[in-house]
C-alpha cells in the first residue's frame, strides 16, 4: 500500500477478473470463503500493527507479506464471519460469484443486495467487528489492544499527537469525534468480545462464536449510545465523562434500493449474474463445486476457468494457493 507511515499501510482486497499492479502481493485461492476470509485478516489493524514494524519501503510486497504471523486459532472456515467477509468485499453484481458460494451453506434470510456493506454505518459497524474478532484470534487482551491503538482517543483538533510512535493509528479518523473513529469502536468491539469469552469459561473460539452470534445472529452492533468513553479507560477531555451518541450520527445501515426486492427474486438475480460471468459451463462448474465443499469435499477447480478467485494456474500447471 505504502509507507509504514500513511493512516493505513497494509490494505487488501478480493478481486475477480481485474489487473493488478506489479508492485501488489497477489495471492490466487480456490474458493471465494478462503480468500475473503484472508482479505478480513490482512485487512484487520493488528496485522496492520505487525506489518507496519517491518515495512521499509513504499511497496508492500510479498516478502513482507511472508514474514507475518497468522493467528494460532485462525482457519478459512472458522475465524472472521463468513457474512462479514463477504458482505465488506463484495457489494457488487460482478462479484455474484462470491454470493453464490456464500449462498451454498447459508440459507437467504433476507434479500442478496440488502448484505452487501455500503452504507457508512453498516461498513463501520461491520469493520469493527472484524477488527475485534482478529484481536481475539491472535490472542491478545485490552492491554495488548490499548498498546496498538494508543493515543487513537484523544480529543478531535488536536495537534501533537505523540510523534515518538510515526507508525502509530492516531492518524485514524483523527478530525472525527473519539466515539466515531473506527479505532475506538474497535476497543470497546474487543471490550464487549473479552467479556463473551469469559462468559465461556476462556474458550476464545466460543467467546467469539457468541460474539458474532449475538442480536439474532447480527452480531455486534454500533452503540445508539455510547457509555461513556471514561468507562472503558478511554478520552482525555470532559466529553469522555458524559455518554455521547454514535449510532443516530451515522446514519441507517441499509439504503432503500437495497430492501426493495423479495429474498427469492434477489438471489435468483445473484445467480443470473453469476451464470453471465461465467457461461454455463463455468456456471455448471461453480454449483458442483459449492456442494462438494459443503460435503467437506476439495473442489475441481478446472484451469480454463476465467480469471477468477476460484482457480488460476502458472504454465507448469500448478495451483496458486
Known sequence: M???????????????????????????MESWTFASRLVGLFNSLVFDFITRRRLVGLHLDYHVFAQNPLPRLWNPRFSIDRHISTALQ??????????????????????????????ESERLRLRVSCDAVTLGLYGLDLQNALHILSECDLPAGIASPNLNDPKGFWRVDKDKDPELRHTVLTLIAFHDLQEKIRDCGGDREKGIEAFLSQNDGEGWMLPDTLL??????????????????????????????????????????????ARNLLGEAGYRQLLADIEAENRGEKPSRVAEAPATPYGQRDKQGRLFE
Open 228 to 273: 461513556r468513553l471514561a468507562d472503558y479507560g478511554l478520552g482525555h477531555d470532559e466529553r469522555a465523562t458524559h455518554p455521547q451518541p454514535v449510532a443516530s450520527r451515522l446514519g441507517s445501515r441499509f439504503y432503500d434500493w437495497q430492501l426493495a426486492q423479495s429474498a427469492e427474486q434477489s438471489w435468483r438475480e445473484c445467480h443470473l449474474h
Open 2 to 28: 505504502g509507507s509504514a507511515t500513511n493512516e493505513r499501510s497494509a490494505v487488501g482486497c478480493a478481486v475477480a477478473g481485474a489487473p493488478t499492479g506489479d508492485t501488489a502481493a497477489v495471492f490466487f
Open 90 to 119: 463484495a457489494p457488487s453484481v460482478a462479484l455474484a460469484l462470491g454470493w453464490c458460494e456464500y449462498l451454498g451453506a447459508i440459507p437467504p434470510s433476507r434479500g442478496w443486495r440488502s448484505k452487501w456493506a455500503t452504507s
